[in-house]
């Protein structure tokens, strides 16, 4: 395939499907995410995107497909970041986040990282960059 010039110009959301929207709502919040979008459509759904303080990309809380009603939790691939991990690591303990035991550290150049588990059992990651 030849290379062509693109007009995508960055990733703004990634979605992660949720069953119970107001409850990701509510732990997403509880972390430090900013609800920017929560909009009805479709006539029983809602759109919802959260996204962390200073981020321009969001995580779209999508309801399940029509007639989809079972989530399956997965591994998002999702990487969040932070300037201290250790201290993320604790302050999601501490609010009961289903968190790893311990922050994994490979050493250079993998950079200090956990993962946690939303309320839906999606799995994200954290990493730390100073």
């Known amino acids: 395939m030849p290379v062509t010039t693109t007009r995508i110009r960055e990733i703004s959301l990634v979605c992660v499907p949720t069953l119970d929207q107001d409850r990701a709502i509510e732990f997403y919040e509880a972390l430090g995410f ?40 997965t591994q998002t691939g999702i990487t969040l970041t932070t300037d201290d991990i250790d201290a993320t690591h604790a302050q999601f303990k501490a609010l009961g986040v289903d968190v790893d035991p311990e922050v994994a550290r490979m050493g250079d150049p993998v950079p200090p990282m956990f993962w946690f588990r939303d309320p839906t059992g999606h799995t994200l990651m954290v990493v730390e960059q100073p």
């Open 34 to 73: 900013e609800k920017r979008t929560d909009t009805p459509f479709g006539g029983e759904y809602r759109w919802v995107e959260v996204y962390p303080p200073s981020g321009t990309t969001g995580i779209a809380l999508a309801p399940p497909a029509p007639g989809g009603g079972e989530i399956t939790p």
